[in-house]
């Protein structure tokens, strides 16, 4: 069963909680419990297996044939070649490569399942209507998302990216999407008022009265929906099979994570892999110069009204960390009352937790971040060591791991989340490994470049982006994006 993070709802089934995305009156759905599983068990199955067994355990509503096919998306070609999240050693650490889907970022590991997830959901609750699926994106849930839920069958998508808040590679992904229940919108501010403008169309009420009326519920594909966060715990469990596998870590041994952070969906899935049983010793969230969190680990006090910085690493540009909020749930002993002062709306995003929650977090996490120099560095000097490149963001967690290293000398075999392929970022990339930054680099030429100066091989999903037919994007103020709704989806404005 499924309660609220604000002790407002509980006794909800996972189909209920993935249906509704995010608790109605506010608040988020975590499961009441975790289930424990032994990944001895484990040991021999294919992803496609791991998938099943771990996600079975959350969604006991589920027939097992149903998850059999949703999790066929692991082993149907999907994902490029035969490992979807392959461990691959570098030095003596492990990289799990987590962007061999469609879109080359890590969203796509639960978005190619989601759509899914939310259909057979939605029929359990017998609800007769069509969704609407709003997304608000900083680059890469975007793109996953369209992928995703293209072409299905009483779904619909609405992606609001921020004007100029993407790199040119992330746009034009998303802008040239095929599928007609696709929609892609710009909105003229920066991601969190992209994502703030996105939450209020959720408690619209008359907006929500008006698509009723048009056979349309909202729901959300972004990490505050559980759907998206359960697939995510499946490749922690993969990681630390496969490190056994490669005798990196002893019978029974731990093992490190370390996950550059954003919305803090990622780093959740380890923490509750963890709880599941899984050997996961320290769990190391970094960030770029956005770095509240980093901030908060320090002195227990989240301050998201600061400064926000557009960074190499765009898709962790966030001050308000959604999926925090689950973490100091469980952090806080579960203490739904705390948590509701936390986020009640008058504090706007800011608040102090007790020491006995703050030294909860430090005892699991260790937090820390990079700046850009720090980031660009890292990607070249790891480049010269390893001849492996690292994207800016997973560059960030290199960096966060290698002062974590320095400064606790602890020399636990360690993994780092890698969540997008270099290609997508790669005139930054390359500023970094030539140490030269050609203003007015073509965008397009710097992946050829890349895979020149590299050897590494362009995604099929990048390929020839420049080529394709790109859709015209309407733009909009935050404040007027329930006029685009409007505009799309209700019958009386068509
Ligand atoms: C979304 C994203 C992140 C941040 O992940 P969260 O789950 O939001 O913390 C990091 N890197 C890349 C490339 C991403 O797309």
Known sequence: MYESTRGNLSGQSASQAIALGMVPKGGLFVPSTFPVLNWQELQGLSYREVAKRVMTAYLPDFAEVTLDK????????????????????????GVLELWHGPTSAFKDMALQVLPDLLKISLEQISLEAEVLILVATSGDTGKAALEGFKNRAGMHIAVFYPEGGVSPVQERQMTTTEG?????IAVKGNFDQCQTAVKQMFSSESLKTKLWENKLVFSSANSI?????LPQIVYYFWAYLQAVEQDKVALGGVMNVVVPTGNFGNLLAAYYAQRMGLPIAKIICASNKNNVLTNFFAAGEYQSQRDFFQTIS????ILISSNFERFLYEMSGRKADLIKDWYAPEK?????????TLNNCREVVFAGWASEEETLE????????YQYVFDPHTAVGMKVFEDY??????STFTVIASTASPFKFAPNVLIALEGINHKQRDEWQALADLSQLTGWKIP????????????????????SIEEAIRKLFIKENL
């Open 460 to 479: 099929e999903g990048l390929k020839d982006l420049d080529k394709k037919k790109a859709r015209n994007v309407d733009s909009f103020q935050p404040e």
């Open 378 to 385: 890292t990607i070249a000097h790891s480049y010269k060591a």
């Open 225 to 229: 929906n559980w759907g998206r966060l």
């Open 180 to 184: 007609s229940n696709t929609h892609v």
């Open 405 to 410: 290293r320095t400064s606790s000398q602890d």
């Open 70 to 93: 949703i999790v066929n998306v692991y082993a149907d070609g999907t994902f490029d070649g035969q490992n979807p999240a392959p461990l691959v050693s570098v030095g003596d650490f």
């Open 314 to 317: 765009p898709s962790m540009d």
């Open 348 to 356: 706007r995003g800011s608040f102090k937790v007790d020491l006995q």
